[in-house]
């Protein structure tokens, strides 16, 4: 196949095809833009995530990621309806066409920016796996949310979605979940955990925001190194590894300008103006 089918790439002008990215200060609006098909992950919106979120691990005027769709669903996953007849071709060439979606969750992951999901709809197969891979989950009253994998004879455990489902709500509910592809509703994904709240669907963008905004309103680097300790006290050996990870990122944290605004503005009553110095 040909190499380009495998390279992150944007269209003219710097402009995603699939993706609409709306910069409100430090925080990106990145909205999958593929509204008549239900966002469904075309080969080109897969790429272009990819080149999305491998730019963020070193692009600091980002702070904040607000992930949605646009239409009536956050992501109803792969499309099936894409014609896939140049991707046959075995094992070498199907390894290549799985990394592609999967190397987008991964990148997720590694960015030092917290990513908001805004769940509206169905978020399917892999839509499931971008809300599971965002550090936050908002959702709308009919968001429901499954591992479609398996219901079109495939494995349920993809793209990252059997690491991410038990870390987040047990083993239990994890493995119901995979291997029935059954929905969770919104009301279930807030009672376990899964989601951080369910509000109504006019007022997800306002709930998005708020959180943003609580979060720009802590120090860049601190942000930056919880969001790194999180990611690594999740499979760290024991609680002296991430108290080890914890001391070295207080001590680097604390010797920073932005430590000594803070606590003098604790003292002042007044709000922190951070400069990431």
Known sequence: MADELYKPRAASGGRYETLLVEKEGAIDWLTLNRPEALNAMSRTMMLELQDYFGELYTDYSVRVVVLRGAGRGFCAGLDLKEDRSGESGGVVTGLRVQRRVSEIV????????????????????????????????????????????????????????????????????????????RFIDA?????????????????????GR??????????????????????MSVDAGGLEAVIAMEDRQQILTSTTGDMREGVAAFMEKRSPQYRDA
């Open 187 to 207: 009301a279930r994904a807030e009672k376990v955990g899964l989601v951080s709240a369910v509000v109504p669907e006019d007022e997800i963008v306002a709930a």
């Open 106 to 181: 991964m990148r997720m992951r590694r960015a030092p920016q917290p990513i908001i999901s805004l769940i509206h709809g169905p978020a399917s197969g892999g839509g499931f796996a971008l809300a599971l891979a965002s550090d936050i989950r908002i959702a709308g009253p009919k968001a429901r949310m499954n591992a479609a994998f398996i219901r079109i004879g495939l494995s349920a455990c993809d793209v990252g979605v059997s690491y991410f489902l038990p870390r987040l709500v047990g083993s239990a509910l994890a493995s119901e979940l995979l291997l029935t592809g």
């Open 210 to 231: 708020a959180m943003a905004g609580e979060i720009i309103a802590n120090s860049p680097v601190g942000v930056r190194l919880t969001k790194e300790c999180l990611n």
